[in-house]
């Protein structure tokens, strides 16, 4: 059974920063594509960002320059530095392998 547990959301003002961290419990971590997701109050969940087991990454338009994936095989960790804030960054942030995803961590961002 894979398990994701996302920490690190909060509330931070716009223009500041979070750091998101998802601890993953699964064997093969180094050979799976991992993402982010987010969902908003009243939309659809939404992809943020991926990275594949090489490191590529991708972003959503409205993220990139000032959002970071980045993995770190060893710890089975996955990580989501923002920075930048925006008040439209406000959701809840979740991780997401394969077809498991964690409970998500909630981000607000105040203007």
């Known amino acids: 059974q894979v398990q994701l547990v996302e920490s690190g959301g909060g509330l931070v003002q716009a223009g500041g920063s979070l750091r998101l961290s998802c601890a993953a419990s699964?064997?093969?971590?180094?050979?799976?594509?991992m993402g982010w997701y987010r969902q908003a109050p009243g939309k659809q969940r939404e992809s943020v960002a991926t990275?594949?087991?090489?490191?590529?990454?991708s972003y959503a338009d409205s993220v990139k320059g000032r959002f970071t994936i980045s993995r770190d095989n060893v710890k089975k960790t996955l990580y989501l530095q923002m920075n930048s804030l925006k008040p439209e960054d406000t959701a809840v942030y979740y991780c997401?392998?394969?077809?498991?995803w964690g409970k998500g961590t909630l981000v607000t961002v105040s203007s």
């Open positions: 997401n392998v394969l077809s498991f």
């Open positions: 699964i064997v093969t971590f180094s050979i799976k594509s």
């Open positions: 990275i594949s087991p090489g490191g590529s990454t």
